[in-house]
């Protein structure tokens, strides 16, 4: 029987990567990746030598109607993306709602995901949050930011390491000062760092250590108070 499955790969160890991953990919017809350069590198490493294409978000619009026809024709696939859960910021949703319309099963397997351990490190609550992914870069960022900033519950942003000073000015500005905020980077990797402490705190701090790495920051929200 075919379907789709969403394959979560690690974020940086590769000992985060599941058994039942392992197992999935070694048995698909066919592996989509978002970089078959980048996942070459972890299909070598487990030994996975399942053909790859490739379905990133330059090519997700064109290629899914081909991919859902692979599927209907009674093919099994899995989808993954460089890091992480597909579909979450990264590419995804286009197929796996073109599987939903034509009623191909799909099944996507528990696994890593960065936005949930830099919530848990936080400190910050997290029994109820919202997640925002990737910020607009100029048109409907400050409309977002003022949104946001009436927002009550936690949110969780990815931000790239070039626009991280940016951002948390920006935090300053609109949130406040003393809005407490966290910033995760490198998770599961060697030089793994959480920076918590205030908007003005954190800001300082990498105004002074310049980010690297891949970044996922977690904002309190408003106040009741």
Known sequence: MSKLYIVPTPIGNLEDMTFRAIKVLKEADLILAEDTRTSGKLMKHFEITTHMHSHHM??????V??????LE?????????????????????????????????????PGATAFVPALVNSGLPNDKFVFEGFLPDKKGRQTRFL??????????????????????????????????????????????QTVRGTATEVFAHFEAHAPKGEIVVVVGGKSGK
């Open 58 to 63: 330059h090519n997700e619009h064109k290629t």
């Open 147 to 192: 949104l946001l900033a009436e927002e009550t519950r936690t949110i969780v942003f990815y931000v790239s390491p070039h626009k991280l000073i940016k951002t948390l000015g920006d935090f300053v500005k609109y949130f406040g000062e003393n809005r407490p905020v966290s910033v995760s980077r490198e998770l599961s990797k060697l030089h793994e």
């Open 73 to 109: 024709a009674g093919e099994t696939i899995a989808l993954i993306s460089d890091a992480g859960t597909p579909a979450i910021s990264d590419p995804g949703f286009l197929l796996t709602r073109a599987c939903v319309e034509n009623n191909i099963d799909v099944e996507c397997l």
């Open 65 to 70: 109607e081909n991919v859902v026809k692979r």
